[in-house]
């Protein structure tokens, strides 16, 4: 079992959402978040004072998933939330050692 994180444009949270779907993910945690890459951040201008907005809006989307569909949920988010400029964000992907559904007490990918 793999998670798969993803930090993405908020606008483009919908996208993925749906292709997600399509893939027959079931279950996904999305959070949002701060954040800065190589971008920086950048200035903004308000009530006539210009300041600099260090941390960026982000949507943090997490996706416990089986290792057979790991390929295709990367590919999935990777088209989804691409906009060619900078700042379109990460996919971490990391081992998932144990999944636990609370209401039922399945464990392991039975969980997901």
Known sequence: MKLVTAIIKPFK????????????????????????????????????????????????????????KLDAVIDAITLAARTDKIGDGKIFVTDLVQAIRIRTGETGPDAL
């Open 13 to 68: 949270l919908d996208s993925v959402r749906d292709a997600l779907s399509e893939l027959g993910v079931a279950g996904v945690t999305v959070a949002e978040v701060k954040g800065f890459g190589r971008q920086k951040g950048h200035t903004e201008l308000y009530r006539g004072a210009e300041y600099v907005v260090d941390f960026l809006p982000k949507v943090k989307v997490e996706i416990g998933i089986d290792d057979d």
